[in-house]
């Protein structure tokens, strides 16, 4: 008997765990695919002001301060869930009336605390950009950024 593993043997594990782990990730690759966004996401209230919302946010760079579900940088308020921190669960008017005066606001220009630039946006974008706040609330996040604003 040979000592260790034969030849054959080594190329069968080589092989038969290639195989294994191959199929895992093809099986999770489906798994994210066909389940996991179904149940984390909306995609029937993705509608095409949600989506020009979106480019709203990019295009003024919002993430250059904010963080949305805990990506972005650490100056601003987390956004991903400020549609529920204004009250958008129990009174949907009164929290897109209020992010939007909070928009229109800016800057406060209060001593020592710090500033959100005034954003001129029409009615359009403004509406678009808080569809699209409203929807990504309703990502299943797992109650991710722990702290409510981040
Ligand atoms: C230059 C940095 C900066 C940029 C860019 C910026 N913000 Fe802000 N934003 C702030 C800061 C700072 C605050 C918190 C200010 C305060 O509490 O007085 C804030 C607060 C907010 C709030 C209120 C959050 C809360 O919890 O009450 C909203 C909503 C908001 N920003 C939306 C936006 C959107 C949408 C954009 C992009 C169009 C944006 N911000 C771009 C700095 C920024």
Redesign the pocket.
């Known amino acids: 008997m040979a000592d260790g593993l034969t030849k054959s043997a080594a190329r069968n594990i080589f092989y038969g765990g290639s195989l294994f782990f191959f199929l895992l990730f093809a099986a999770l690759t489906a798994h994210s695919h066909w389940y996991m966004v179904n149940v984390s996401t909306d995609s029937e209230g993705l509608t095409d002001s949600v989506k020009h919302g979106k480019e ?2 990019e295009k ?3 993430i ?3 963080t949305i579900m805990g990506e972005g940088a650490y ?5 991903s869930n ?1 549609w529920e ?2 009250g958008g669960l129990e009174n949907p008017e009164a929290a897109r009336a209020g ?1 939007n005066a ?2 229109r606001a ?1 800057p ?1 220009g ?1 001593e020592g ?5 005034a ?1 001129d ?1 029409s009615e359009k974008d403004m509406n678009s ?1 808080i569809d699209f ?1 409203e929807w990504t609330n309703s990502i299943n996040d797992q109650d991710w950024p722990p702290h409510p ?1 981040g």
């Open positions: 709203v946010w003024n760079m919002c250059n301060c904010h100056f601003a308020p987390e956004l400020v921190r204004y992010i909070w928009i800016q406060l209060i605390r710090r500033q959100m630039p954003f946006f950009l706040l604003a």
